[in-house]
């Protein structure tokens, strides 16, 4: 007599791990550390515009800021499209792809902010004038502004890159430094300090070009630190 055995269906509960899921949670602080400090940073400027030019000032920063968000979406969404293909070679260990992908995405980012540079000096203009008319006191603020602030287009890609590249690396911790340090410790003491430099609102203009290129610096300096470990 043959005994027919039956097929039984067997489900596993999922078994979630606490340090998985705090280790998940930290690598994404860049990101937390960005959002947290962009609400005082901006408080900070327009505290800065009020001092020295008053209502017109404050209308003006908005409106840098708007075109600076603008231009810097570009380098964003290349830092996370790219994101997923760095840690899937990096966590085959293939460091020759990992390379190549890392130098062709600083080739391109160095060759983009070169040319969004380029742009929103010579688009000041009707840049601007998309959002005030050219008869108004905020018109002349802001085209000057936008010509100054334009220069932090050079390095706000590599920053952005340098942060999103850490955190594709499971490294939160680099990746928070580096954004944490760009987006308010450079920023507020260049606000500071560039207009008492400068007298006045050409140092606000310039708080911005002055602590991204400080924020690259401090780039340069930890992916060139890291480069053996990951192999990039």
């Given amino acids: 007599m043959f005994r027919k055995k039956r097929n039984l269906l067997h489900f596993e509960k999922p078994v979630f791990r606490g340090g998985v899921l705090f280790h998940a949670s930290t690598n994404g602080m860049s990101e937390l550390a960005t959002s947290l400090v962009s609400g005082i940073t901006t408080l900070l400027f327009n505290m800065a515009m009020l001092k020295y030019v008053g209502e017109d000032g404050v209308a003006a920063i908005t409106i840098i800021m708007y075109v600076l968000m603008f231009v810097s979406a ?57 959002f005030t008319r050219t008869d108004s006191p905020v018109y002349e603020l802001a085209v000057t502004g936008n010509r100054l602030c334009s220069i932090a287009l050079l390095f706000v890609g590599l920053n952005v890159f340098a942060s999103g590249m850490f955190t594709a690396l499971s490294n939160g911790v680099v990746s928070a430094v580096l954004a944490f340090s760009r987006s308010f410790l450079f920023t507020v003491a260049s606000i500071q300090i560039m207009p008492v430099l400068l007298g006045g609102v050409t140092g606000v203009w310039l708080a911005t070009p002055v602590a991204e290129l400080l924020g690259t610096v401090m780039a340069a300096i930890l992916l060139l630190k890291y480069r053996k470990r990951y192999g990039y």
């Fill in 74 to 130: 570009l380098f964003i969404g290349y830092s996370y499209g790219v994101a997923p293909m760095i840690s899937y070679y990096n966590g085959e260990r293939n460091h020759e792809k990992l390379k190549k992908l890392v130098g062709f995405s600083v080739r391109f980012i160095v060759g983009a902010s070169a040319l969004c540079v380029v742009v929103s000096v010579l688009a000041t203009v009707p840049l601007v004038g998309i």
